[in-house]
C-alpha cells in the first residue's frame, strides 16, 4: 500500500507542478489520475532525452509499466541544453513538492542532485540510474554490471568478424563508458587473441555531445571501418544510431547498447545490421523501484542488476545471431563461466 504522505496532495498540486516544470525541463506528464488522486513514478531524464532507442527509452518503457500496472499519475521529464547540478535539483524537487514517488534521475550525472533532494524530502523514495556513490536511507542506487554483457558482446564480435579487426565507440570518457570497453576488448581477447580491438571515445564530457550526436558516432564508427573493422560496438547512447547508420551503409555489422536496439522502430532501416544489442534492464530496474514503494517497502542501498539476475544480457531478436548455432554455444558457455566465476570480468 502507498505511503499516506504521499496520497494527500492539494489540489492546486497540477497547476503549481506545470509552472515549477517550465522552468527545469519539458515534460510529457500525464495529467491523470487514479480514484485516489494519487502520484506515483516520476523519471528525469539523461541527456539525449526520450526517443534515444536507447539508456532513456529503456527508463520511459519501465515508467510506462508502472503507470498501466499501478493505474496512478506519472512524470517524465526531459533535460535542458547546458543545465547545472542545481537544475537538475530542482527538477526532482519540484516532483517530490508535488507528491511523485519514486523520483528517479536517470543518468549518473544526477547523483549530486539526488543527494540534496533526498536530504530535503526524506519521506520521498529517490533512485538514480548507473551511480553507486549517493548513500542515504531513502536512495536506492540502481546499478549495472555492463562490463558482464559487453564481454558476450565481444565474443559475439570475435566469431564474427571476418577481418578479425573489431570497433568499440564510447560516447564519453568516463568510468561508466570504461566498463563497456573493457568486458568488450575482454571478451574479444578470450575468444580470439588474433582479433584486434579499435576503441574511441566520441567526447571527453557530455556536455559536449557524446552522448547525444550521431553525426561524431557516424565520423568515428567511418573511422574505424576504413581501418578494416567489421563489427562495431557503440556505447554511447543516441550517438550510437550514427554507429548503426555507418554499419549498415557499409554493409558491416553493428552491436547496440542498453536497449534491443532491433525492435526499435527509428532504427528499423538498419535493423539487418545490427547484430545484437548488449542490453541492461534500465526499464526493470525503473519498474522494481516503484513496485517496492507502491508495496510499501522501498528499495534503498546499492540494488545491482547483472547476469545473474538476468538483467544484462545480449539480445536474440535477430534471426541470424539467434539462428548462429556456433556462435550461441560460445556465448551461453561464456555466460555460465561468468555466472560461476569462472571467468572474472574486468571494469577497467
Not at 257 to 285: N, R
Request: hydrophobic share 35%.
Amino acid at each position: 500500500m502507498r505511503r499516506i504522505s504521499r496520497i494527500t496532495v492539494a489540489g492546486a498540486a497540477t497547476a503549481s507542478l506545470a509552472l515549477a516544470l517550465s522552468a527545469c525541463g519539458g515534460t510529457s506528464t500525464d495529467s491523470s489520475s487514479d480514484s485516489k488522486g494519487d502520484k506515483g513514478l516520476a523519471i528525469a531524464y539523461d541527456v539525449g532525452g526520450k526517443g534515444d532507442q536507447s539508456f532513456n527509452d529503456a527508463a520511459y518503457a519501465g515508467l510506462e509499466e508502472a503507470k498501466k500496472e499501478f493505474g496512478y499519475q506519472t512524470a517524465d521529464l526531459e533535460p535542458t541544453e547546458g543545465e547545472t547540478d542545481t537544475d537538475k535539483q530542482q527538477r526532482l524537487e519540484s516532483l517530490a513538492k508535488q507528491g511523485y514517488d519514486p523520483v528517479i534521475g536517470i543518468g549518473y550525472a544526477y547523483a549530486p542532485a539526488v543527494k540534496e533532494a533526498a536530504a530535503k524530502f526524506p519521506d520521498t523514495t529517490f533512485g538514480i540510474v548507473d551511480d553507486s556513490t549517493v548513500e542515504a536511507k531513502n536512495v536506492a542506487d540502481l546499478v549495472f554490471s555492463e562490463e558482464e554483457a559487453s564481454y558476450l558482446a565481444g565474443v559475439a564480435a570475435a566469431k564474427s568478424t571476418k577481418t578479425d579487426v573489431v570497433g568499440f565507440v564510447g560516447g564519453v570518457d568516463i568510468p561508466l563508458i570504461h566498463k563497456f570497453q573493457a568486458g568488450f576488448a575482454q571478451g574479444v581477447k578470450d575468444t580470439d587473441s588474433k582479433v584486434k580491438v579499435i576503441s574511441q571515445y566520441l567526447t571527453q564530457t557530455a556536455e559536449e555531445g557524446g552522448f547525444s550526436s550521431p553525426d561524431k558516432g557516424k565520423t568515428a564508427a567511418e573511422g574505424q571501418i576504413e581501418k578494416k573493422a567489421d563489427v562495431v560496438y557503440a556505447a554511447a547512447g543516441l550517438s550510437g544510431q550514427g554507429v548503426i547508420e555507418a554499419a549498415a551503409a557499409n554493409k558491416i555489422w553493428a552491436i547496440g547498447v542498453d536497449s534491443d536496439q532491433y525492435q526499435q522502430e527509428a532504427l528499423a532501416k538498419y535493423k539487418d545490421s545490427i547484430l545484437t544489442s548488449a542490453m541492461k534492464d534500465v526499464a526493470k530496474a525503473v519498474y522494481n523501484l516503484a513496485k517496492s514503494v507502491e508495496d510499501g517497502k522501498p528499495e534503498t542501498g546499492i540494488v545491482r542488476g547483472d547476469l545473474k539476475t538476468g538483467e544484462v544480457g545480449l539480445s536474440n531478436s535477430n534471426p541470424k545471431f539467434a539462428d548462429d548455432t556456433e556462435l550461441q554455444d560460445a556465448i551461453k558457455t561464456a555466460k555460465e563461466k561468468i555466472i560461476s566465476g569462472e571467468i572474472k570480468v574486468k571494469s577497467s
